[in-house]
């Protein structure tokens, strides 16, 4: 478990490198005209972040908070943590090297390149990306920046919602995307109960819904399981995941962009799906805030 003052300090470290994501209240009837009327949400736009994404604030409080060997860095992802890691780094003037998969997202790897890190593309799963990484660490003496099952990193995604909660007034529930599940480990661990936090993940990947039916990290079919630092706080702090699919998250990405000029990626909008299809369905009076995490994507895409 991690503390609200250990978020706090991490606050303190990182908010030079980071900025303050704003919020904005919309209407989900602008959305999607069939919703009707309905009271408005509050979207964090998590997505206006540096380097595209929530993942910036755990690179940070990895770099800032641990000491980095002449090596530099090293890190495994699919795509938006490496180029959080590779920003941190280039700001830092560290060396980094980062490892994805062949299935990586083109705009993502791009960036990876044009922030200067050292990119190498090996496997067709982070699993492949995750154990080169890990070779390298031990080969190299580089520092192991992951993208969500250690301590600094959670503690970096963690200030999410510190800024949240100073933001939106009495809130109820926060809906969160959840992929290895560093984000609504953070975000659990700050709020510690006091305000009800829901997973939302992609019917493709559950790796929160595989592990809490299984009772601990599971292999889910397209992702990386859930973290193992991870799971006992979602054990402790998260009242429940609900899935979503494929097609609700498009047209939920499609709406975002169409009626608000919101850029998200598909990931980022799991939780406007969710309240658009239905997943979850708020109770009468419920203030609900809905995380839009990231926007590494092709801009083409926002019109397809």
Known sequence: MISRDEIRRT????????????????????LDPAVGSWPAVTLKLEQLQCAGSFKARGAFANLLLREVPPAGVVAASGGNHGVAVAYAAHRHGVPARIFVPTVSAAAKVERIRRLGAELVVTGDRYADALAAAQAWEQSSGAMSVHAFDQPHTLLGQGTLGLELSGQADQLDTVL?????????GGIASWFAGSVRVIG????????????RAAGGPADAPAERRVGELVFPITQAYVEDVVLVGDAAILAAQRALWQAARIAAEPAASVGIAALLTGAYKPAPGERVAVVISGANMDPAQLGA
């Not at 303190?12 to 009837?29: H, M």
């Not at 969160?176 to 609504?184: H, K, Q, S, W």
């Open 176 to 184: 969160v995307p959840v992929g290895g599940g560093g984000l609504i």
């Open 200 to 211: 939302v993940e992609p019917d493709g990947a559950p790796t929160l819904t595989r592990a």
């Open 11 to 30: 606050y303190d470290t990182i908010r030079p490198y980071i900025r303050r994501t704003p919020v904005v209240q919309i209407d989900l009837g602008e």
